[in-house]
T-cell receptor, first 116, second 112 residues
């Protein structure tokens, strides 16, 4: 099992540019989560999907953020336009037992985003 | 929503001693309490979890205790080793949603 795979590992971009983060969940898992981690706010849930459908996007900070899951093996988180305050580590996680049953989350190793 | 707090924020222990991290939560409906370990440059990894129908769970050197009345749960690491040095996160959620609320994390440093 390769685990949750995220790319890129590091992204440095200038303010105003579009940023796309990618995630491949564990095969067979049907829930996918995007988290943001900062020193000040810790781990924040941005959005989660169940069976490729967005269930709760109340954590998405603003309209500049969008997420898609076109199929069971791929998801993207896009920031357009990016701002320096978006600098953080973004994690993708997946779980295998559905949205309504608490089950362990398996995290990827994250994408460290720096917006200058 | 659920609010999870962890104490202390940093904990240093001598190798071989025990480490205890405590978390409190606010939502009495929460019934699932996992603990995650995060090493530098990696994502959090689940190390143990407990559900509200039990008061304690143990896995080798790691144990978690839950007090639902007081709304707190603790992680116990015995016979600490240098590889236990990491940031530990507690979390809580209820069966009514799949939103895990995480604490801010504890930095544990095991001194050889």
């Amino acid at each position: 099992d390769a685990g949750v795979i995220q790319s890129p590992r590091h992204e440095v971009t200038e303010m105003g540019q579009e940023v796309t983060l990618r995630c491949k969940p564990i095969s067979g898992h049907n829930s996918l989560f995007w988290y943001r981690q900062t020193m000040m706010r810790g781990l924040e849930l941005l959005i989660y999907f169940n069976n490729n459908v967005p269930i709760d996007d109340s954590g998405m900070p603003e309209d500049r953020f969008s997420a898609k899951m076109p199929n069971a093996s791929f998801s993207t988180l896009k920031i357009q336009p990016s701002e320096p305050r978006d600098s953080a580590v973004y994690f993708c996680a997946s779980s295998g037992q559905g949205a309504m049953i608490n089950s362990p989350l398996h995290f990827g190793n994250g994408t460290r985003l720096t917006v200058t | 929503g659920e609010n999870v707090e962890q104490h202390p924020s940093t904990l240093s222990v001598q190798e071989g001693d025990s480490a205890v991290i405590k978390c409190t939560y606010s939502d009495s409906a929460s019934n699932y309490f996992p603990w995650y370990k995060q090493e530098l440059g990696k994502g959090p990894q689940l190390i143990i979890d407990i559900r509200s129908n039990v008061g304690e769970k143990k896995d080798q050197r790691i144990a978690v205790t839950l007090n639902k009345t007081a709304k707190h749960f603790s992680l116990h690491i015995t016979e600490t080793q240098p590889e236990d040095s990491a940031v530990y996160f507690c979390a809580a959620s209820s069966s009514g949603n799949n939103r895990l609320a995480f604490g801010k994390g504890n930095q544990v440093v095991v001194i050889p």
